[in-house]
């Protein structure tokens, strides 16, 4: 059942039959050699449709260890022959989560003296990222690099990239991209064990190998092209849905493979392997030459007591290791293979779903279900174990690291009790997770919160942006306008305390924000062009954007967009509260810092005022990393439009109307302001917000974005003369801005800048949540100040026209304000 030909019958055949997808070798059109080591799946994927099984990877597919093993070991040979002894000295080899970590680690085995490092999906309390990427067709997408010792990508030397399969380049291309723009170095090798890349990715290859001045070589055992007919990936999903759904003719023959046997099922043994103390699990955080000799010594004896745990008739046993520990797991089968009588077989649990069709001719012919047993950092879910029901085993020994050995592993859906139902005897040996010392660990809680998605918080599409928030909807924090400004200046209460009654825009007030993004968004368009770009040539190849919620937060989504659309990059980006006197959500920083490497962070906003937020934002930083050990953040804003020139990366620096300005929730997403307050917030909790989600019929968030980012195509080739333009300008702040909030603050009596809002942006907001006094107006301005004229019109605020203001408008909050005032006068209150 798990070769890679059943009765004859080529495991790729079924899906080749029904799709018309096909293997073509460059051995020749029927590409025997790929067929030999690839058979064909289904999976349940947005992005692809179809999985390459490898039958020697010892991932989906149980297999002898020696061919696994020696499958890495022979490519790592490979590599040491193409570099040479002096450049092979000087290697470092870099596999990918999760399918590759064992791949890679065996191919540094075979280089011999290469320390070796794999990407990783679990975040690790006290490890600063040394790095990250995405991985596009990926049914998990984030990858971390969290060496123990940062040094160990910091070098020279040539760097050796191990995935299963090369099939765009695209998860390469961005991991070269993200580490040479950090560490330059003159040599690459990619090695795998298929290259499946087209004429046109590998065009693509080489001229990013120049690009970056270094030299990309690649090794792999077998290449050639996987042939993919028109609409194969809606044809795939639809088989899939047909299948799972229990209509396929199939459908009867696969339950029946995952049928409990009639035996009622054994409880789990253990083993106790003797691990040796301090020597790491795998690649996680590094494993050296050293590290090697001193498993090479100890696995004879962990085998010895494996095999003495098993049961005397057991002659076919699987070692099935777990997710991304798949080296520990492969050599402990390695040594029972080399040393006990009967069959030993390989393969590892997995976080990919694929469909399982019990057919001679399908790759994955049986799927155990259960739940994810390690805590993930993206939430429960389900884990899988392919081609173990119906294999024929006597016995299974499932090998899972300290961090995998929780509850869930043994409740009666979990994995172990899912072995019992179709193995006779099952086996847990458990290997201590290594984690490296951090250099200081304030004590706190041990797992940080994760970060809310839409649709369950928000009206934006999960991937367009992660909130680290914490979801306050169902808590009353909206209080009058009125009441709040009384509060707020009497120092009774901080304005990030309360949330102001939402205000629900006027038909009229509609039609004004329509008009103005009809009119605006060929111009936000090439703002957000223009800043993107900028980021990208200046900051980081591999941007992880972080707007400021909420009004950082559209932009942030438009920057993500353009990047995709012009750079097809997909960018990590979050969402996080700072608020005036108290600084950044710190526990949101402790997130990115555990999660991607700080140095890539770029702060997000759409507009400065007069720089309040880019001063407050550049002292949190400065007492985060004091407080916390972490450095790397960069707290110079990215902003749409800079008119009180307070940052240097910015997409324009007029005071225009950005559309988004003119609404609250509806134009973000549906969420509020954040709030902080001590008895909703507690130091480990993310600041708080509230989805409004009963405003879903007045929603325009997506339209927004949507509206912006069907006028890239017109913008793009203006953009790209703005920045090379940009960025040979001085662009150092002069701030004008906070000068002129100044001088208007003394001229009008109000003494405190903090009731001074310049901009159109900022204005709006006085107008739709605070105690508006008055608006300045500049003599002259257009259209951008229509629907600031009818908000105050609205309120009853007069609209005063003056000269030489900096700004397209200013608003002025009411001075000294107590309850019963109107927004026309404010001497009144003064006396």
Known sequence: MNNAVNDGVWSGSWVAERLGVGLRGDDGVGGEELRAMLGLALRRNPKRAHLLVSHVLGKHVPQTPSVVYGHGVRLGRRVHALLGAREAARAVVLGYAETATGLGHAVADGLGTAPYLHSTRRPVAGVAPAGGFEEAHSHATSHLLLPSDPALLAGDGPLVLVDDEFSTGNTVLNTIRDLHARHPRARYAVVALVDMRSARDVRRLEEFAAEIGARVDLVAAASGTVLLPEGVLEKGQELVARYEAGDGPDAVARARAAEPRPVPPRAPGTVDLGWPAGLPDGGRHGFTPAHRARLEAALPAMAGRIADALPAGARDVLVLGSEELMYAPLRLAGELERTRDGAVRFSTTTRSPVLAVDDPGYAIRSRIVFPAHDDPADGPGERYAYNVAGGGFDAVVAVVDSAGDTPALHVPDGLLARLAEQVPHVLLAVVPSYVPAPPHAPERPAMLPEPLRGPAFSSYPPEEVGWLLQDLSDVTLEAPTEEREEAIQSGGAHYAESLPVEYQPSAQYQELFHAALDTSAARIARAVGVVTDTVLGERSPRPVLVSLARAGTPVGVLMRRWAHFRHGLELPHYAVSIVRGRGIDATALRWLAAHHDPRDVVFVDGWTGKGAITRELAQAIEEFEKAEGVSGFDPEIAVLADPGSCVRTYGTREDFLIPSACLNSTVSGLISRTVLRAD????????????????????????????????????????????????????????????AVERISEEYGIHDVNLVKPGVGETTRVLLRRVPWKILAHKGAGADLDHVRLLAEQRGVPVEEVDELPYTCVGLIHPRYTRGATGADGRAVNG
Do not use: I
């Open 680 to 739: 909703l917030v507690g130091p480990d909790d993310f600041h708080g917000a509230k989805f409004y989600r009963e405003l879903a019929d007045a929603d325009v968030s997506v339209a927004f974005l949507d509206a912006v980012e069907a006028r890239f195509p017109e913008v793009a080739d203006g953009v790209a003369e703005a920045v090379k333009e940009l960025l040979a300008e001085d662009r150092t702040p002069t701030w004008a801005g906070w000068r």
